[in-house]
């Protein structure tokens, strides 16, 4: 497995590399009067990728969370089930002797 990982992952810094030294034309970004920039057309890809891996890893993380809020719940709701089956379970002391004689023997 570990061999399969090194060969994917030199393939894709392969690639990585080639596109970047075939994409360097610039590229000028600009925000009216604010913001004026130019760069090289893979590095504006690559931040964009960048953002995005960013963006959804927090995506992520928010939903981590939300998912473990979600099972704390259920898991609270599953003790509180499982408190009162065993309330309901439990034989009550109604109809026992109260000597501790058994009531299962038939008098002779």
Do not use: C, W
């Not at 009067?33 to 995506?59: C, E, K, N, W």
């Amino acid at each position: 497995m570990k061999v399969i990982y090194t060969v994917v992952l030199a393939i894709l810094l392969m690639f990585i590399i080639t596109f970047s030294l075939e994409n360097t034309a610039p590229v000028e970004l600009k925000y009216y009067d604010f913001f004026r920039q130019s760069l090289p057309t893979y590095t504006l890809l690559f931040i964009a990728f960048l953002a995005g891996v960013i963006f959804t890893g927090f995506m992520g993380i928010v939903e981590r969370f939300r998912l473990n809020r979600t099972i704390n719940r259920l898991n609270k709701t599953v003790r509180e089930l499982r408190r009162e089956i065993k309330a309901a379970s439990l034989p009550s002391d109604e109809g026992k002797p109260a000597d501790g004689a058994s009531t299962d023997h038939v008098p002779s």
